[in-house]
RNA sequence: GCCGGUGUGGCGGAACUGGCAGACGCGCCGGAUUCAAAAUCCGGUUCCCCUUCAAAGGGAGUGUGGGUUCGAUUCCCUCCACCGGCACCA
C-alpha cells in the first residue's frame, strides 16, 4: 500500500507558516539569540517568469535549504531569503505586445512562482522577501548609483573617495590635471605621470581653468560618468540589441531588421579602477577554483609596454601595447582598428576608397562575425610607419582582427611570433622576421614560433638584445624605451568598463537631471525614490532611417515627469534606465534588513549577518574568508558578470565605510544544469518531450536541411526509434526549459510523488555542481526509500508507531552511528547524494525488524529531516515530538563505536588482487605481513618466486612483490 | 581559435588524502505473495574465457595512447568526444 504524504506535506506547510518557524530575527528584536553564530545561506534570486518554475530552478534552492535546515540543527542563526530580480526585458516585451503594465505581468508571476516554491517545502523567512522592482526596493538602488557618481577613485589610496574631496585635493594642490584633462598626483615625477595616463608635456593649475573646464575634470574622474559608446541600433524595432539578438548577417535576431553599429552616449561605471583589487581579493574567498579563474581571466591583467611609432610625414604617433616587446625587432607591419581615430588623417588619396569601403563593412558587421572570421581581412592606408627600435619603414594597415576596445586599438604586427599576425602577413605578402630562435627544424615562414627562446636580429647601435632570454629582453627594451621617452612599461587590462545605461522602460530610473548648459546634476537623496512614471504604451518609436535619434521609452513620459524646475533653471530627467544587474547587485544586503527605510541596510543588522564570527564559519572549510555570505549557490552562468560587478558595488560601498566586509560572498558554489531529452521532427522544430515514446526494433530514417554556424544549407540524415505519435523525431540533449519543450514542472512531480520525493529525487541525481539528466521515471527510486521508511515506522495496516524502547543490538547501533558520520561528513561536503545513498542503507537495515528501536529511531528522523522535511516532521510529531524539528539538535556520534576489533586487509601480490585476510586491529606490520603470507590464495600465488618487498599500509592494505 | 569543465556497467552515479573499481538507486532477469494485477518482499545483474550445471578459477576493464609509482578512476603528458563560456586580447 502506497501512503499518500501530500496532506502531511499541506499541514506542517501550514504550521511552519503559521508558527513562523523560520523567521530569522535580527539583533535587537526580542526573539534574537545572541549566543548563536550566524549563517548567511543565500540563493541567486530568480526572474519572474511567465511559464514558472521547472524542476531544473529548485535544484540548488532545495540544495542551500538542506543546508539551512542542518545549520539550524547545528545551533547557527540562518539567514535563508528569497526574493526576485524581477525587471527585465520578457515583461517589457510582453506588454510592448499587449499593452498590459509590466508591474502587473511581474506581480502575477511573483505570486506563481512564490506558490511554486512554498509548496517545495523550503525554509525561507518570507518575512524577507523583496523584489528589485519594489520602489521601497529600487529607492537604494538608486542610492547607490549616486555613491558611485559622487565618488572618484583616488590612485594613490587606491580607494573610492568621495568626489568632494578630489576638488579639495586639487584646491591644495595634492594632485595636478594633466594636459588632457586627467589627474595625476603631486608626489608623482614627470616621467611616471605617463603610466597612469597622462601625455608627456606638462600640467595645468587647478586654479587658472575655466569653471567648465573644471567641471569636465570633475565628471571624468567620477565612478559613473557618461561616455559615447557604439552600440546596436535597429532602427526598425525602435531599440539597442545585445550582441546575442544580433545574427552574424548583422540583422535582429526578431524580424531580422537591419542593425547598426552607432555611438550613444551612455553612462558608464569605472570598474577598471577596481581591476587590481578584484583580482588580488579573490584569494580572500573561498570560491571553485575554475570560476576564480575565470574571472581573473576576465579581468586579464597582463604586464607590457606602451611603445610609440612615429607616422611619417605627419606629427602623429601611433601608440600600441605589447605584452612583448622584446619582439619589437621584429615588427614588420602595423595594424590599426578599422575605428581607430587616425585612419582619416593618415590614409593616403590612392587608398581612400578601399579604406571607406572596409570601415563600412566593418561597421555592419557584429562582434561574432568580426571573431568567427577564417580568413584574415584588411586595407593598406598607404601611410608609414617607423619602428624606433631599427627605424625601419614599416606600412601601416586597418584590419577589424584589430578592436577598438583593448588597449590603445592599434598593434605593431610580429608575424614571425605571433600566430595571427603571421596569417596576415602570408594573406598579405608581408614580411616575417625572426627575433627569437627557434628549433633548428623550426621555419618561421611557414609558421609563427610562440614559443619561449633567445633573442636574435634584436640590436642596434645603443642597444642589444642578442642572447637574451624573453624577460630578461623584455625589462631591457623596456628600460631603453622609455630612456628614448617613446615608451614605458605597463600593466593593461582586458576588463572594461561597465556600460550601465539601457533604453527601456522596465528598469531603474537614473536619479539625474540634465541642466540646460550641459550640467549632470544628481537628484537629492531627499528626493529619491524617483519612480518609473505611468505610461499606457510601451511600442519604441521605430523608424526606417538609420540616423534617426534614439528614443528611448521614457522620452514620451508626460513633461510633469521629464522636466523638473530647480534654481529657476530647467532640468530633464535622465531618461535611459539601469541594466537588470543593478537590482542584483546588491540584494543580499538587503536581505539583512528589508523593510529599512531610512538606510539601504541597518548598520548593525548588516554588521550581524555579513560579518563572519569565526574565521572557520562552519561551512566545513577551514578557508578563512573575508567575511559576508557564507554560502552562495547559483548557476556557473554568472560566473563572471553579475558576480564582478556585485564585488565591484561592494567595494565601492565598503570604500566608502557603508559595509563592513571587503567582499559580498565568502562562499560560493556553482551548481550544475538539469539537462533533459528533446526531440526534433522531420523540419527541425521541437516537439513536446513529454509525449514522444521509444518503440523499440522500429527505425525510422529522418533526413533533412539543416543550418550551420556559417549559415551554410547542409542535408542530415539519423536513424531513430523515436516517435511523436507517428511522426518519427530525433533525439537530442540539453538544458531543460521552454525553447527545447522538455520542460517538466515541479507542480506535476509534487502532485503525484510529493516535495519530498521530489526533493530527495533532485540531490539524489549526482553531484549538486555537475549537470545530469533528468528523468522522470527513476523518480521511484526515491519515492520507495520514503515509502519504506514509512513502513519502517508506521504499521500500515494498523497506523500505530513500530518503535520500541528497547535497546538496538550492537551491531545496529555501530551501524547507525557509521551512518550519522557518513551523513554529516556528506552534508559538510555538500555531497548530498551520497548522504541519501547513506541514508537508504540504514533504512534497509531496519526493514527486517518488528519494530525499530527508538534510539535508532530517533536520530534517524533528524538525520533525513533536512532532505525530507514533511515526512520527518510528521515521524517526529508521531515519535512524541511537540516541538518541530527545525531547531532539534544534529544527533552526534560515538568515535568509540566507529572503532572496529579487527580489520580485512586486501592482498596484493604485484599489484594484483590475490587474497583478503582479517587480523586485529592493533596488529604491527609484522603480523600482518605474516597473516598476508599465510593466506591460502596468496601462498599459492608466492610459491616458486622470491618475495623482493612486502609493502603494508596500515589500515588500508597488503602488497607483496615477488618474482 | 582561446579559456574552463567532464568522460566509470544498459542508465544516473560511488570510490573523500595514490591503496578491495562499480556503494546506493533506476532498468532488466529470476523467485515469493496474489484468482489476477498493482504494491510489497527475497535473490541475481561490468565484460570475456574455462566448466554439462553449480561451486570455484583465469583474463580484461574507469574515453585513447604513453609516463611516474610497489600500486593510478585518482598525479603528469598526447590525442579524441561531449558540455559550458568567449571580447581574434596583441
Not at 31 to 60: A, E
Not at 201 to 222: C, F, H, Y
Not at 545 to 567: C, F, G, H, M, Y
Request: with cysteine; hydrophobic share 40%; net charge negative.
Amino acid at each position: 500500500m502506497q501512503y499518500d504524504f501530500r496532506s502531511i506535506e499541506t499541514k506542517w506547510q501550514a504550521a511552519w507558516a503559521q508558527g513562523e518557524t523560520f523567521r530569522a530575527p535580527n539583533p535587537g528584536e526580542p526573539t534574537f539569540d545572541p549566543s548563536k553564530p550566524k549563517c548567511y545561506v543565500l540563493d541567486m534570486f530568480p526572474y519572474p517568469s511567465g511559464i514558472g518554475l521547472h524542476v531544473g530552478h529548485p535544484l540548488g534552492y532545495i540544495a542551500t535549504d538542506i543546508l539551512a535546515r542542518y545549520k539550524r540543527m547545528r545551533g547557527f542563526n540562518v539567514l535563508h531569503p528569497m526574493g526576485y530580480d524581477a525587471f527585465g526585458l520578457p515583461a517589457e516585451q510582453f506588454a510592448v505586445e499587449h499593452g498590459v503594465h509590466p508591474r502587473v505581468t511581474t506581480e502575477k508571476n511573483i505570486e506563481n512562482m512564490t506558490r511554486q516554491l512554498k509548496r517545495l517545502g523550503l525554509s525561507y523567512d518570507w518575512s524577507r522577501c523583496l523584489s528589485t522592482t519594489d520602489v521601497g526596493y529600487y529607492k537604494w538602488t538608486q542610492w547607490i548609483f549616486l555613491q558611485l557618481f559622487k565618488s572618484w577613485f583616488d590612485p594613490i589610496q587606491k580607494k573610492a573617495r568621495p568626489i568632494d574631496e578630489l576638488v579639495k585635493a586639487l584646491i591644495a594642490e595634492d594632485f595636478y590635471v594633466t594636459l588632457d584633462g586627467d589627474i595625476t598626483p603631486a608626489s608623482l615625477s614627470d616621467e611616471n605621470m605617463k603610466a597612469i595616463g597622462g601625455l608627456p608635456g606638462g600640467l595645468k593649475s587647478w586654479a587658472g581653468m575655466p569653471v567648465d573646464e573644471q567641471r569636465t575634470v570633475i565628471e571624468n574622474q567620477r565612478l559613473a560618468y557618461l561616455a559615447e559608446v557604439p552600440v546596436n541600433w535597429c532602427p526598425a524595432l525602435g531599440t539597442v540589441l545585445a550582441n546575442e539578438e544580433v545574427t552574424n548577417e548583422g540583422k535582429s535576431d526578431r524580424g531580422n531588421h537591419p542593425v547598426f553599429k552607432r555611438p550613444l552616449k551612455q553612462w558608464m561605471l569605472r570598474i577598471t579602477a577596481y581591476a587590481d583589487r578584484l583580482g588580488d581579493d579573490l584569494n580572500r574567498v573561498d570560491w571553485p577554483e575554475p570560476i576564480k579563474l575565470m574571472q581573473r581571466n576576465w579581468i586579464g591583467r597582463s604586464e607590457g609596454a606602451l611603445v610609440d611609432f612615429r607616422v611619417e610625414g605627419y606629427d602623429d604617433v601611433i601608440r600600441v601595447f605589447t605584452t612583448r616587446p622584446d619582439t619589437l625587432f621584429g615588427a614588420t607591419y602595423m595594424v590599426l582598428a578599422p575605428e581607430h581615430a587616425l585612419v582619416d588623417e593618415i590614409t593616403a588619396d590612392a587608398q581612400r576608397q578601399a579604406v571607406d569601403h572596409y570601415r563600412a563593412q566593418a561597421a555592419s558587421k557584429a562582434d561574432a562575425d568580426r571573431t568567427e572570421a577564417k580568413v584574415k581581412t584588411g586595407v593598406f592606408t598607404g601611410a608609414y610607419a617607423v619602428n624606433p627600435a631599427n627605424l625601419a619603414h614599416i606600412p601601416i594597415w586597418i584590419a577589424d582582427y584589430v578592436l577598438t576596445g583593448y588597449g590603445t586599438g592599434a598593434i605593431m604586427a610580429v608575424p614571425a611570433h605571433d600566430q595571427r599576425d603571421h596569417d596576415f602577413a602570408k594573406t598579405f605578402k608581408l614580411p616575417i622576421v625572426q627575433v627569437i630562435t627557434a628549433p633548428d627544424d623550426f621555419d618561421v615562414q611557414q609558421r609563427a614560433w610562440e614559443e619561449d627562446g633567445l633573442g636574435v636580429n634584436s640590436a642596434n647601435d645603443e642597444v642589444s638584445l642578442d642572447g637574451l632570454a624573453v624577460d630578461e629582453a623584455k625589462q631591457k627594451i623596456t628600460i631603453w624605451l622609455e630612456s628614448k621617452n617613446v615608451g614605458l612599461a605597463k600593466v593593461q587590462y582586458k576588463l572594461r568598463d561597465w556600460l550601465f545605461s539601457r533604453q527601456r522602460y522596465w528598469g531603474e530610473p537614473f536619479p539625474i537631471l540634465h541642466g540646460p548648459d550641459g550640467e549632470i546634476e544628481a537628484v537629492d537623496e531627499s528626493e529619491l525614490p524617483v519612480e518609473l512614471p505611468p505610461m499606457e504604451n510601451f511600442q519604441p518609436s521605430a523608424s526606417d532611417d538609420p540616423d534617426a535619434q534614439v528614443q528611448t521609452p521614457l522620452s514620451r513620459a508626460p513633461d510633469s515627469w521629464k522636466v523638473i524646475e530647480r534654481d529657476g533653471k530647467r532640468y530633464t530627467r535622465e531618461l535611459n534606465t539601469m541594466p537588470q544587474w543593478a537590482g542584483s547587485c546588491w540584494y543580499y544586503l538587503r536581505f539583512c534588513d528589508p523593510s529599512n527605510e531610512g538606510r539601504f541596510v541597518g548598520a548593525e543588522a548588516e554588521k550581524y549577518w555579513m560579518v563572519s564570527m569565526k574565521r572557520d564559519s562552519g561551512m566545513g572549510t577551514s578557508n578563512p574568508h573575508a567575511g559576508g555570505v557564507d554560502m552562495y549557490v547559483g548557476g556557473a552562468e554568472h560566473a563572471v558578470l553579475h558576480l564582478l560587478y556585485s564585488r565591484f558595488w561592494h567595494k565601492v560601498l565598503f570604500d566608502l565605510g557603508h559595509v563592513s566586509t571587503p567582499e559580498p560572498f565568502g562562499r560560493l558554489f556553482n551548481q550544475g544544469y538539469i539537462q533533459a531529452y528533446a526531440y526534433t521532427d522531420d523540419r527541425g522544430v521541437y516537439v513536446a518531450a513529454d509525449e514522444v515514446v521509444e518503440r523499440e526494433g522500429k527505425v525510422a530514417t529522418i533526413t533533412r536541411t539543416e543550418r550551420n554556424k556559417a549559415g551554410d544549407e547542409k542535408s542530415a540524415t539519423y536513424q531513430t526509434t523515436f516517435y511523436h505519435g507517428d511522426t518519427p523525431v530525433v533525439q537530442e540533449y540539453g538544458k531543460m526549459g521552454k525553447s527545447l519543450k522538455n520542460a517538466v514542472a515541479p507542480d506535476d512531480m509534487c502532485e503525484q510523488y510529493g516535495a519530498d520525493a521530489l526533493r530527495l529525487y533532485e540531490m539524489y541525481l549526482g553531484p549538486l555542481d555537475q549537470s545530469k539528466p533528468w528523468r522522470t521515471t527513476d523518480i521511484v527510486g526515491v519515492y520507495r526509500f520514503l515509502q519504506r521508511v514509512w513502513r519502517n515506522f508506521v504499521d500500515p495496516e494498523t497506523g500505530t508507531l513500530r518503535v520500541t524502547d528497547e535497546a538496538a543490538d550492537e551491531g545496529l547501533r555501530r551501524y547507525l552511528h557509521r551512518t550519522i558520520k557518513r551523513v554529516s561528513d556528506s552534508m559538510e561536503r555538500m555531497s548530498f547524494n551520497t548522504a541519501i545513498a547513506a541514508l537508504i542503507e540504514l533504512n534497509n537495515e531496519l526493514v527486517a525488524l518488528k519494530e525499530v528501536p527508538r534510539e535508532v529511531a530517533e536520530p534517524m528522523v533528524r538525520l533525513l529531516s533536512p532532505m525530507a522535511p514533511h515526512i520527518a516532521e510528521e515521524l517526529w510529531e508521531r515519535l512524541g515530538r511537540k516541538e518541530s524539528l527545525t531547531h532539534a539538535p544534529w544527533p552526534p556520534y560515538d568515535p568509540a563505536l566507529l572503532v572496529e576489533s579487527t580489520v580485512d586487509y586486501p592482498v596484493q601480490v604485484n599489484g594484483k588482487m590475490r587474497g583478503k585476510i582479517t587480523v586485529p586491529a592493533d596488529a604491527d606490520d609484522q603480523a600482518i605481513e605474516a597473516a598476508a603470507r599465510a593466506d591460502e590464495k596468496v601462498a599459492a600465488q608466492l610459491e616458486g618466486k622470491t618475495i623482493r618487498k612486502v609493502i603494508v599500509v596500515k589500515g588500508r592494505m597488503v602488497n607483496i612483490i615477488a618474482n
